[in-house]
């Protein structure tokens, strides 16, 4: 039991962790500096069409939806907080992940564990929700956990509702991404990972809002056919998508 606790306490311990991708994006931005033009941040479809998009023009730093913007809100800060370099942020997120609120199956294990260090970045009311909702730091401070989230938002059963807005949480730090970088001259866009068409009807069905950032991103999802889908949210061949598709792809990264 010994053996385990310790083991689980080692960073070595993440090769068997599903999230290990997040704690390591998490250590890589505290701890590295990276130097591009424009910084990609967002959830796992973006990271589906641009992980390899590692140079001085395009950065890559989509993992996880899990964090929602309160996650890619501290990634962010930890950024212009550090050495990094850039001149442009683009947030890449596919839009029913902005329905939650820190209230998914797994948020405790994408968000509140590798995060651990950097929550104190958020609000109050957050870090509040956050110390009543999930466990404390565990003993196996490494170990994927089973926790589950009581009244886990529930995207299928969203995606029927008549009309759809963006939580409070997320818009809340949504503007906050948007002040930062207003404050710290970086310019700023949002824009959504390519879709499977079945998630155009929802998509339109989202409450209208006045922030120019919101109208040029609903604007900017491009479909492809169902067929194409894994889950109803995930390419099944990214790759292929990738070659077919590549203008398409950089015309989402344009300003």
């Known amino acids: 039991m010994v053996f385990v606790v310790f083991f689980f306490r080692v960073p070595v311990s993440l090769y068997l962790n599903k ?3 997040v704690y390591d994006l998490v250590s890589n931005v505290a701890t590295g500096e990276i130097s591009t033009n424009t910084i990609l941040l967002g959830d796992s479809v973006c990271k589906q069409f641009y992980k390899k998009v590692k140079n001085d023009e395009y950065y890559c730093l989509c993992e996880n939806q899990s964090y929602e913007l309160p996650g890619n809100y501290l990634l962010l800060k930890s950024l212009v907080d550090g050495d990094s370099n850039f001149e442009k942020l683009i947030l ?3 839009p029913l992940t902005l329905t ?4 998914q199956d797994y948020t405790y294990n994408y968000f509140i564990k590798p995060f651990r260090n950097q929550l104190e ?3 109050q009311s957050e870090l509040d929700y956050i110390n009543t909702t999930f466990p404390k730091e565990e003993v196996l401070k490494y170990k994927f956990s089973n926790f ?3 009244n886990a938002s529930n995207t299928s059963e969203i995606s029927q509702l008549d009309s759809l807005n963006i939580s409070d949480i997320n818009m809340k730090y949504l503007k906050k991404i948007d002040s930062l970088c207003n404050e710290r001259g970086i310019v700023f866009k949002m824009v959504s990972p ?3 068409l079945n998630n155009k009807e929802v998509v339109e069905r989202f ?3 006045p922030e120019a950032y919101l109208k040029d991103y609903f604007l900017s999802v491009v479909y492809y056919d169902s067929i194409d889908s894994k889950d109803g949210i995930h390419h099944k061949d990214a790759d292929k998508y990738i070659l077919e598709n590549s ?3 950089d015309a989402l990264l344009r300003f």
């Open 121 to 123: 970045g958020l609000e």
């Open 19 to 21: 999230a290990k991708g």
């Open 194 to 196: 390519p879709l499977p």
């Open 100 to 103: 939650s609120s820190l209230n």
């Open 92 to 94: 890449m997120i596919n």
């Open 247 to 249: 203008p398409q792809l």
């Open 207 to 209: 409450s209208k809002r």
């Open 148 to 150: 589950k989230m009581p």
